[in-house]
T-cell receptor
Framework: GENVEQHPSTLSVQEGDSAVIKCTYSDSASNYFPWYKQELGKGPQLIIDIRSNVGEKKDQRIAVTLNKTAKHFSLHITETQPEDSAVYFCAADPLLYGGSQGNLIFGKGTKLSVKP | EAGVTQFPSHSVIEKGQTVTLRCDPISGHDNLYWYRRVMGKEIKFLLHFVKESKQDESGMPNNRFLAERTGGTYSTLKVQPAELEDSGVYFC???????????FGEGSRLTVL
């Protein structure tokens, strides 16, 4: 079955710097890759996602890249702010053929700390 | 629009006792999911309802776990009897359609002593 590895487990950056979180997956059939942000005391919230027919997607300060050949995808946050501090999870969905089943395989999470 | 709500937010029970967690999905969302995160590990899929039917329960750890979604609205997850390794945060999520975008609740933290 699908396995998702996420690195690093913790990341500390200065405000204004960029942060990059990387994930690899094992199942070449996976076609949907969401990223979730979990703030303290809250549930995970989808911040960006990418599907296999796209190599890169941007949304303001957040971007995700996907390399299907190498089976890895990355989250890039530019101009980080203190409110970006949270735990970030990558995930892969191995069943997206005309409709995801929602059985996501998550990485272990990255705790991002942005220091003012 | 109200989000996914879960109750209780935290439950502390003794080994061997029973706990029931409840999830109210976003109104109109047919898809409802249960996930669990054990301390420091990844969030793991438990099961998926489409309306009142179990679409996929391949992630349920064992028969001490029972999930129901009577009437296709709210769902309950019962653990009976609870074991120490059941401790963790149980997340519920819902989705209006099979697009992969899940809306998570804040989770129910279960501590088994």
């Amino acid at each position: 079955g699908e396995n998702v590895e996420q690195h690093p487990s913790t990341l500390s950056v200065q405000e204004g710097d960029s942060a990059v979180i990387k994930c690899t997956y094992s199942d070449s059939a996976s076609n949907y890759f969401p990223w979730y942000k979990q703030e303290l005391g809250k549930g995970p919230q989808l911040i960006i996602d990418i599907r296999s027919n796209v190599g890169e997607k941007k949304d303001q300060r957040i971007a995700v890249t996907l390399n299907k050949t190498a089976k890895h995808f990355s989250l890039h946050i530019t101009e980080t702010q203190p409110e970006d501090s949270a735990v970030y999870f990558c995930a892969a969905d191995p069943l997206l053929y005309g409709g995801s089943q929602g059985n996501l395989i998550f990485g272990k999470g990255t705790k991002l700390s942005v220091k003012p | 629009e109200a989000g996914v709500t879960q109750f209780p937010s935290h439950s502390v029970i003794e080994k061997g006792q029973t706990v029931t967690l409840r999830c109210d999905p976003i109104s109109g969302h047919d898809n409802l999911y249960w996930y669990r995160r054990v301390m420091g590990k990844e969030i793991k899929f438990l099961l998926h309802f489409v309306k009142e039917s179990k679409q996929d329960e391949s992630g349920m750890p064992n028969n001490r776990f029972l999930a129901e979604r009577t009437g296709g609205t709210y769902s309950t997850l019962k653990v009976q009897p609870a074991e120490l390794e059941d401790s963790g945060v149980y997340f519920c999520a819902s989705s209006p359609r099979n697009t992969g975008e899940l809306f998570f609740g804040e989770g129910s933290r279960l501590t088994v002593l």
